[in-house]
T-cell receptor
Framework: DTGVSQDPRHKITKRGQNVTFRCDPI?????LYWYRQTLGQGPEFLTY????????KSRLLSDRFSAERPKGSFSTLEIQRTEQGDSAMYLC???????????FGSGTRLTVV | AQSVTQLGSHVSVSEGALVLLRCNYS??????LFWYVQYPNQGLQLLLK??????LVKGINGFEAEFKKSETSFHLTKPSAHMSDAAEYFC????????????FGKGTTLSVSS
């Protein structure tokens, strides 16, 4: 068990470019979550997968954002046509169930210039 | 809708002093409650959780929290602060319905001085 892995750790991109982040959850965890955290704020929920099914999406997840979890293993989060307001830490977490809490990855810090 | 309020965005204590970080929640159903800690440029680490068992919950690093339904509170305490406790602390709430995501508070930064 190597924990939740996120790649890359840091990403700097120009406004208007597309970016994709990857999350590898703990192997036996069937639930996977994406959160966004801006400076001085708590994590904000973006989306949730149970196995390969995307079951819940926040209103924060605009049409420029898309997430996938093919085969119920790793997940990707893509942001198209990035904007400066997208600059944040993107956190991935996985879990086996509602009452166990989440295991978080170290996050991907996105800076849009 | 569920929500979490963390009273005090910044708490400062001396090493060896009591740590008290406040959290109040709002939930229409019995909640699950969590405290997480975050060190700079890192993800969140689970400190402790309340899932409808004992109301006094003990976690890692000497922290504990008490669920008080009448006060809708889940305050985090530690009897004696250590320099290594300096970090950001987040309270989070969920409910028992499958698929509901954790809702986090805005966090409290704990500073510990020698």
């Amino acid at each position: 068990d190597t924990g939740v892995s996120q790649d890359p750790r840091h990403k700097i991109t120009k406004r208007g470019q597309n970016v994709t982040f990857r999350c590898d959850p703990i192997s036996e965890h069937n639930r996977l979550y994406w959160y966004r955290q801006t400076l001085g704020q708590g994590p904000e929920f973006l989306t949730y997968f149970q196995n390969e099914a995307q079951l819940e999406k926040s209103r924060l997840l605009s049409d420029r954002f898309s997430a996938e979890r093919p085969k119920g293993s790793f997940s990707t989060l893509e942001i198209q046509r990035t904007e400066q307001g997208d600059s944040a830490m993107y956190l991935c977490a996985s879990s086996t169930g509602q009452n166990y809490g989440y295991t978080f990855g170290s996050g991907t810090r996105l800076t849009v210039v | 809708a569920q929500s979490v309020t963390q009273l005090g965005s910044h708490v400062s204590v001396s090493e060896g002093a009591l740590v008290l970080l406040r959290c109040n929640y709002s939930s229409s159903v019995p909640p699950y409650l969590f405290w997480y800690v975050q060190y700079p440029n890192q993800g969140l680490q689970l400190l402790l959780k309340y899932t409808s068992a004992a109301t006094l919950v003990k976690g890692i690093n000497g922290f504990e929290a008490e669920f008080k339904k009448s006060e809708t509170s889940f305050h985090l305490t530690k009897p004696s602060a250590h320099m290594s406790d300096a970090a950001e602390y987040f309270c989070a709430v969920s409910d028992y319905q499958a698929g509901t995501a954790l809702i986090f508070g805005k966090g409290t930064t704990l500073s510990v001085s020698s």
